[in-house]
């Protein structure tokens, strides 16, 4: 199902028909739905039901802030699509690989390993080269 036609559009419709304590309510009449919801499948393990709008924003606040702290990044190597411009843009490239937002991508991080490789070898070098000089000056003695 499209998440956008049968979630998202009728909450914002919901929302632009209220009033400004809109938020609130709706965080608590989806509480309560969920609850209806939940006891209908669920025996045992209910949680208390939410008695006010505030107590419901509260919640869901909280809920939302813990899910921050907690949450990790998918994948760390895409970047993720939401736009169709993106998307009509890597077709039109001939795949995601040759459009230009990733080509950019990829040669920045080549860059990037690159700069890395180069100071490891500099570091290497200098040890190297500082190793020697101790050698030579124990031997000169």
């Known amino acids: 199902a499209n998440r956008y036609e049968t979630r998202l559009k009728p909450t914002v419709k919901w929302l632009t ?18 609850r209806e919801q939940a006891a209908k499948t669920e025996t045992t393990s209910l949680e208390a039901p939410i008695q006010s709008a505030a107590e419901a924003e509260a919640f869901v606040r909280e809920t939302c802030g813990e899910l921050l702290k907690r ?4 994948c760390n190597k895409e970047l993720e699509i939401t736009h169709k ?9 001939g795949g995601k690989k040759f459009a230009p937002l990733v080509v950019d991508a990829i040669a920045e991080d080549k ?28 031997t000169m003695v």
Not at 71 to 74: A, I, L, S, T
Not at 85 to 93: A, G, K, M, P, T
Not at 117 to 133: I, S
């Open 17 to 34: 028909n209220r009033h400004p304590d809109a938020l609130s309510a709706f965080f608590l009449h989806a509480a309560r739905w969920d």
């Open 71 to 74: 949450g990790k990044r998918f």
């Open 85 to 93: 411009q993106l998307i009509r843009e890597q077709r039109q490239f």
């Open 111 to 138: 860059a990037r390993a690159v700069a890395i490789l180069q100071e490891r070898r500099l570091k290497r070098e200098e040890r190297e080269r500082e190793m020697r000089v101790l050698y030579e000056s124990s």
